[in-house]
């Protein structure tokens, strides 16, 4: 399992640590908004380095840029002794580090995450990949990374909605793995809470699951909740005027996959209330066509928990209490996002 390392410091912290570390040449990745605003946070912390910057945003999450990327790195000569440090959100951990893994069969790489989503979830567990013609994280590699450092100095920089589309992975964990946790949560002035404590819990849980399953043959499903639906919308969406962020997609995930708990699990209805009340009044309510329901439906069955042609959800048996590989059929699913869709706020 990766070391990972709480910081208050970056810069001092970070050039501790690479101060420690033996390679050849130093890389590091970063996208177009990480380097405008978070380069000046870690680069009094940094020796001498080669940098490659591509285009922010989930629609470059793919082999194109990865080309662009092996390129940088060929044409740098970088050798297998070259420590690559992926420096950003969660598309930049999970595209750089598919790179260095695949790079001459592999280099070693450091994941520094900038935003709260890929702190508490992207950066932590060794899942790495990009997107393949419209399926989510379709193409990639378990492969832990050599090292984590977390800083809630980040987040400071991060426009509120990108820390409301991390703050849905916080809510997962409690829902998944921890009830106390998911009843502090906050859902009024949520933007104020002591970050450095939620991240730090959210890593754990997220860790003792990983390390009971790397490979995710079984528990580490449970980290999917809200993932099989709300990353088919994520997908369906991403080419569009609605494009929606990550977190915000899962969000949706989570209230429609709260409701088939409630169906298969008999997760008691006053649960079923309190995630939704919870989720809408943190990142409120859009509406999905019903048109869009068939190919939401579609993606759905490119999920990687599923087996054959079942679809496989990892559902609540309450809030805290999660189970995997629940069979659902698909008359189910859009009674589910008929269910959102009727929701008031």
């Not at 754990?204 to 499903?221: A, Q, T």
Request: hydrophobic share 35%.
């Amino acid at each position: 399992m990766e070391t990972i390392i709480f910081s208050s410091h970056i810069a001092e912290d970070l050039q501790r640590y690479l101060h420690n570390k033996k390679y050849s040449r130093l890389g590091i990745i970063m996208d177009s908004h990480t380097i405008k605003h978070c380069y000046p946070l870690v680069s009094e912390g940094l020796p001498e380095h080669c940098l490659h910057a591509f285009d922010a945003g989930e629609i470059h999450k793919n082999l194109d840029t990865c080309q662009g990327i092996w390129q940088w790195m060929t044409d740098n000569n970088f050798d297998r002794q070259t420590l690559i440090l992926n420096i950003g959100g969660g598309v930049t951990g999970d595209m750089g580090g598919f790179c260095a893994s695949t790079y001459k069969r592999g280099i070693r790489f450091v994941n520094i995450p900038t935003t709260l989503l890929s702190q508490v979830d992207a950066s932590v567990g060794g899942k790495l990949g990009i997107d393949f013609n419209g399926f989510k994280n379709h193409i990639g590699v378990f492969n832990q990374p050599e090292g984590v450092l977390i800083s809630e100095e980040f987040l400071t920089t991060l426009p509120e909605a990108e820390l409301r589309s991390g703050y849905a992975e916080v809510i997962k964990h409690g829902l998944i793995r921890n009830e106390n946790y998911f009843n502090s949560l906050k859902t009024e002035n949520w933007q104020s809470q002591p970050w450095k404590d939620i991240i730090e819990v959210s890593v754990g849980i997220k860790r003792e699951v990983v390390d009971k399953d790397p490979k995710e043959n079984g528990l580490r499903k449970i980290l999917n909740f809200g993932h099989t639906i709300g990353h088919a919308i994520e997908s369906h969406y991403l080419n569009s005027p609605y494009q929606l962020l990550h977190g915000e997609a899962i969000a949706i995930g989570m209230v429609t996959e709260a409701f088939l708990s409630h169906k298969f699990l008999r997760l008691h209805k006053v649960h079923l209330d309190i995630i939704q009340q919870k989720l809408l009044a943190v990142f409120g309510k859009i509406s999905i066509s019903d048109k869009d329901f068939d190919a939401i439906i579609k993606l759905c069955f490119q999920d990687k928990k599923n087996d054959g042609e079942k679809l496989n959800f990892s559902l609540l048996r309450k809030i805290g209490d999660c189970d995997f590989n629940i069979v659902v059929d698909r008359e189910a699913v859009v009674e589910a996002l008929e269910y959102y869709n009727n929701l008031e706020e």
